[in-house]
C-alpha cells in the first residue's frame, strides 16, 4: 500500500517532467479574434466527458490554448460513470492507454499505482467504475483544463465572420460564446439520444424508462421488473434493479440465442484504428454490418450478476410485439406468453436522429448522412441507426447534402460514437481514444492555419530576429579581387 497521497504528488511532478522533455505544451500560435470587445474561442467543446477532455488535452498541448469545454451536468459527473453506465467494473483491459496521448504518466496504471501501488494493479482484475471516473476527474485537473458544468447548449448558429455562435444556458442566464471550430464530444448518445421502440412511445413515462434515462432503482424495490435487450446495459440494468430489491425480473430477448462472441476484439489492431478511415465506404459499411449483424455480447460477469438472482428469468425468441397499460401496470405481448410489469426498462440503444434536437435545428437537416447517396443495398443491411449516421470528413467534421447550403458544418465536428462509421471506434470507446483526439487535433490545427495564412506569412516576413550578427566572419573576396588586380 502506498500514501496515495505522496504517490499522486509524485506522479503529477513525473508528469511535469515529462511535458517539458517533450517540450509540451508547445507555444501558443493561433492569433486571437474578437466580435466587437468580445473574445472569440478557438475551439469549444459541447461535453467533458472522455472524449471532451482527450480533445481538449491534445489540442492544449498542441499550442491551441484558447479552448472551453461545456458540461450539463455538476462537476464530477460528467460522462456516463456516474450516472447510466450500471456496470460494477469497465469492459475494457484494465492495461489500455486510454486517453494518455501517448505519454506514460498520463495513464490509468500511472494513476492506480501512485494511489495503491503496483501490486495492488496486478491483483485488479477489471477496473472499477468509480475508481475510473475518479482517474477522468484527476486527469481533468491535472491538465488545467478548462471546463464550465452544470452549462447547456441550447442553440447552435452562424454567426459573424464565419465564425460559430453557441448560445449558452447557466443557472437559467443565457448568454453567446463565438467560436472557430465546436465540437460534438457528447458521448455514448451520440447526436440523438436514446433509442425508443415504437410500443413505448404512447405509454406513461411512469411505467417506463431507457436504459440511460435517469431511474429510481429503489422504487422499483417489490416490483415486477422488465428489461427489453440483451446487450452489456440490459444485464447492468437487469441486475441493478434485482440487486435494489425487485420482486421478479424477466428479460426479454428478440434472439433466439444470446451472442457469444465479440469479433471486433479479435481483429483489434493498429491497422484497424488507422486504416478504417481509409477504406472505400462499402468497406467501411461493411464490417459494421456484419459485427451488428453478429451483435457484441455481454459480458460473462455482467450476465452472471443477473442469472445469479432466483427471481431472474431470461427469455430467448421472445420479441416484444406491444405494450398496452392495465391500470396500475402494463402488459408486454410477445410470441411466447403475455408478461405483466410495474416497470420497463428499455436496453435498446441509440439512435441518429439528430433532426429532433432543438438544439441542432440550424443545422442538422443540411448533414450528410450515410443514407445520402453513400448506402448501396451491396453493401449489407440496411439499418436504420447506420444509414442516419452522419457521413463525416477527416477531421470528423459533417458534410453538407448539398455544396454551399451550409458553410459553417465544415467547422462543427462529431467527435462522439454516431462517427463510427466514418472513422472506426475512435470516439467512442477507451482503446483508440487517444488515436481519435490526435486526429482531431491534426485536422482542427490545419484548419486554423489555414484560415490565418496571411497573418501567418505576414509573421514570417516580420521576423527579423537575427542569427547572425556580422561579426563572426571576415569576407575574403575584396582580397581576392586586389590580388588578381
Same mark, same amino acid.
Given at each position: ?6 504517490g499522486?504528488? !509524485? ?11 517533450l ?38 498541448l ?23 453506465a450500471?456496470m +460494477?467494473?469497465l ?12 505519454i ?19 491483483? @485488479? ?26 452549462t ?18 447557466? #443557472? ?5 460564446? =463565438? ?31 431507457h ?23 440490459? @444485464? ?9 430489491? !425487485?420482486a ?29 478511415r ?10 459494421n454490418? =456484419?459485427?451488428?449483424?453478429? +451483435?457484441? &455480447? ?7 450478476r ?18 398496452? +397499460? +392495465? ?25 441518429n436522429?439528430f ?12 448533414i ?10 451491396s @453493401? ?5 441507426? @447506420?444509414?442516419?449516421?452522419? =457521413?463525416?470528413?477527416?477531421?470528423? #467534421? ?8 451550409? &458553410?459553417?458544418?465544415?467547422k ?7 462517427a463510427m462509421l ?42 527579423d530576429? &537575427? ?19
Open positions: 500500500m502506498t500514501d496515495s497521497t505522496s499522486l504528488e !509524485a506522479l503529477e511532478d513525473r508528469i511535469a517532467k515529462d511535458l517539458t522533455l517540450e509540451l505544451p508547445a507555444k501558443s500560435w493561433v492569433p486571437h479574434r474578437a466580435v466587437d470587445t468580445q473574445a472569440v474561442l478557438d475551439v469549444i467543446f459541447v461535453g467533458a466527458g472522455m472524449c471532451g477532455l482527450a480533445g481538449a488535452a491534445r489540442l492544449k498542441a499550442g491551441v490554448d484558447n479552448i472551453a469545454l461545456f458540461d450539463a451536468a455538476p462537476e464530477g459527473l460528467e460522462g456516463p460513470w456516474e450516472t447510466f450500471r +460494477q467494473t469492459r475494457s483491459p484494465k492495461t489500455l492507454a486510454g486517453p494518455c496521448l501517448g506514460p504518466s498520463l495513464t490509468f496504471r500511472a494513476f492506480y499505482e501512485a494511489n495503491w501501488g503496483e501490486a495492488a494493479f496486478e491483483e @485488479m482484475d477489471k477496473i472499477p467504475k468509480g475508481v475510473w471516473m475518479d482517474y477522468l476527474r484527476w486527469y481533468r485537473k491535472v491538465l488545467a483544463l478548462p471546463v464550465t458544468n452544470d447547456s447548449v441550447t442553440k447552435i448558429a452562424a454567426g459573424p465572420d464565419g465564425l460559430i455562435a453557441v448560445t449558452l444556458e447557466h #443557472q437559467s442566464r443565457s448568454r453567446v460564446e =463565438y467560436c472557430r471550430h465546436l465540437v460534438l464530444a457528447t458521448g455514448r448518445s451520440g447526436l440523438g439520444g436514446g433509442a425508443t421502440p415504437d410500443f413505448l412511445e404512447q405509454i406513461d413515462r411512469k411505467f417506463w424508462a436504459s440511460a434515462d435517469p431511474i429510481d432503482f429503489d422504487a422499483l424495490k417489490g416490483k415486477r421488473v422488465v428489461v427489453i435487450g440483451a446487450g452489456a446495459s440490459a @444485464m447492468d440494468n437487469a441486475a441493478t434493479a434485482l440487486e435494489a430489491g !425487485a421478479s425480473l424477466d428479460m426479454l430477448i428478440r434472439r433466439k440465442d444470446m451472442p457469444r462472441v465479440n469479433k471486433m476484439t479479435g481483429i483489434g489492431s493498429q491497422g484497424v484504428v488507422h486504416g478504417m481509409y477504406l472505400p465506404d462499402q468497406w467501411k459499411y461493411r464490417f454490418d =456484419y459485427v451488428n449483424g453478429q +451483435q457484441v &455480447p455481454p459480458p460473462s460477469s455482467s450476465t452472471r443477473v442469472s445469479r438472482h432466483d427471481n431472474a428469468r431470461i427469455f430467448l425468441g421472445c420479441p416484444v410485439e406491444a405494450v398496452t +397499460q +392495465q391500470g396500475d401496470h402494463v402488459e408486454l405481448t410477445t410470441p411466447v406468453a403475455n408478461f405483466n410489469a410495474d416497470f420497463v426498462i428499455a436496453a435498446t440503444g441509440f439512435r436522429d433532426i429532433g434536437r432543438s438544439e441542432f435545428a440550424n443545422f442538422a437537416p443540411h450528410r448522412t450515410w443514407k445520402d447517396d453513400v448506402y448501396e443495398p @453493401m449489407g443491411a440496411p439499418r436504420p441507426f @447506420m444509414l442516419d449516421a452522419p =457521413y463525416l470528413g477527416d477531421a470528423f #467534421q459533417f458534410l453538407e447534402k448539398q455544396e454551399g447550403s451550409c &458553410p459553417m458544418l465544415a462543427i465536428h462529431c467527435f462522439n460514437d454516431a466514418s472513422h472506426g471506434k475512435l470516439s467512442g470507446d477507451i482503446p483508440a481514444i487517444s488515436a481519435g483526439a490526435d486526429r482531431l487535433m491534426r485536422g482542427i490545427t490545419a484548419k486554423l492555419f489555414a484560415e490565418d495564412v496571411e497573418i501567418h506569412f505576414a509573421g514570417l516576413q516580420a521576423y530576429v &537575427p542569427e547572425l550578427r556580422g561579426d563572426e566572419w571576415v569576407d575574403a573576396t575584396p582580397s581576392l579581387l586586389e590580388a588578381v588586380k
